[in-house]
């Protein structure tokens, strides 16, 4: 099993920046993907960005267009995502998400564990 806690959501201003943070424990982390997702009220959950644990494959959803970035720490465990540029449209409750795959995955359905998610809102 895996356990999965994020932290670092709040309220910020359109233009402004804010890092969430996703802290792993349990059974880690071979073969171990980690991502981001969000969901809106009234809408479906849908994909931020994801990366392998150990490798570099990094995938993106279109709409970051390069204002966010997803790192990782493997000293703490911890999953990371940077948002930059921050506008209202990206107020959602953002999830941290982990599997056992070899390669990065971005729908919901292939995600096995998941956060209590953390609340992101941003102001106009």
């Known amino acids: 099993q895996v356990q999965l806690v994020e932290s670092g959501g709040g309220l910020v201003q359109a233009g402004g920046s804010m890092r969430l943070s996703c802290t792993a424990s349990g059974r880690t982390f071979s073969s171990f993907v980690m991502g981001w997702f969000r969901q809106a009220p009234g809408k479906e959950r849908e994909f931020v960005a994801a990366?392998?644990?150990?490798?570099?494959?990094?995938v993106y959803a279109d709409f970051v267009k390069g204002r966010f970035t997803i790192s990782r720490d493997n000293g703490k465990n911890t999953l990371y995502l940077q948002m930059n540029s921050l506008e209202p449209e990206d107020t959602a409750v953002y999830y941290c998400?982990?599997?056992?795959?070899?390669?990065?995955?971005?729908?919901?359905?292939?995600?096995?564990?998941w956060g209590q998610g953390t609340q992101v809102t941003v102001s106009s």
């Open positions: 990366r392998e644990w150990f490798g570099g494959t990094i």
């Open positions: 998400a982990a599997t056992y795959r070899i390669t990065v995955v971005t729908t919901t359905s292939e995600y096995d564990y």
